[in-house]
């Protein structure tokens, strides 16, 4: 099936440590973001990426670091520096960009402790 | 930066009655999209407004983009409770990144 797999669906760490979220799609698609939501907020821009090898900070990255190898592929590190990490998780993809159509995974909760 | 500002936050209907859900940005957009979250999902597209003025429908569904395209709205028709959910909005403006509202959830009783 054609989508956008995040994993884990739910994880639990201990605050100081980092811990990264994975995010690989089949659509062939150019642009990946990340999102981040807390419970009955909107979706914040954390980062994004519009082609392999580049990306750019949204409007929250600070405490967060990802990377862009390949073209499937953009996972999230939390780090220990991110102040507020117990939030839900969305990555998502479109063609070539925010004027196109944003398909969302199915999102990874994240709970420090 | 642009701010897309969406109203009322929350709205509780009994099934049957109608909805509307408003999106306003301080900028002109070029495009404005909708989006549908249920509990515990993840946001679903809905649909794309790009033209001055642009009425959609979907089946109960419809949109309406402003003749300034700085505003937009969902309105439905007769709620079901499978219209329960948070409606986002998320607009553009040229040369930038799409930016989603804080969402409007609805609450439907049966």
């Known amino acids: 099936d054609g989508g956008i797999t995040q994993s884990p669906k739910y994880l639990f760490r201990k605050e100081g440590q980092n811990v990264t979220l994975s995010c690989e799609q089949n659509?062939?698609?150019?642009?990946m973001y990340w999102y981040r939501q807390d419970p009955g907020q909107g979706l914040r821009l954390i980062y994004y990426?519009?082609?392999?090898?580049?990306?750019q900070k949204g409007d929250i990255a600070e405490g967060y670091s990802v990377s862009r190898e390949k073209k499937e592929s953009f996972p999230l590190t939390v780090t220990s520096a991110q102040k507020n990490p117990t939030a839900f998780y969305l990555c998502?993809?479109?063609?070539?960009?925010?004027?196109?159509?944003?398909?969302f995974g199915e999102g990874s909760w994240l709970t420090v402790v | 930066g642009q701010q897309v500002m969406q109203i009322p936050q929350y709205q509780h209907v009994q099934e049957g009655e109608d909805f509307t859900t408003y999106c306003n940005s301080s900028?002109?957009?070029?495009?404005i999209q909708w989006y549908k979250q249920r509990p515990g999902g993840h946001p679903v597209f809905l649909i794309q407004l790009v033209k001055s003025g642009e009425v959609k429908k979907q089946k109960r569904l419809t949109f309406q983009f402003g003749e300034a395209k700085k505003n937009s709205s969902l309105h439905i028709t007769a709620t079901q409770t499978t219209d329960v959910g948070t409606y986002f909005c998320a607009g553009i403006q040229e040369g930038s990144r799409l930016t989603f509202g804080e969402g409007t959830q609805l609450t439907v009783n049966p």
């Open positions: 998502a993809s479109s063609i070539s960009g925010p004027r196109n159509t944003i398909y």
């Open positions: 990426s519009q082609i392999v090898n580049d990306f």
């Open positions: 900028t002109t957009l070029s495009n």
């Open positions: 659509l062939n698609h150019d642009a």
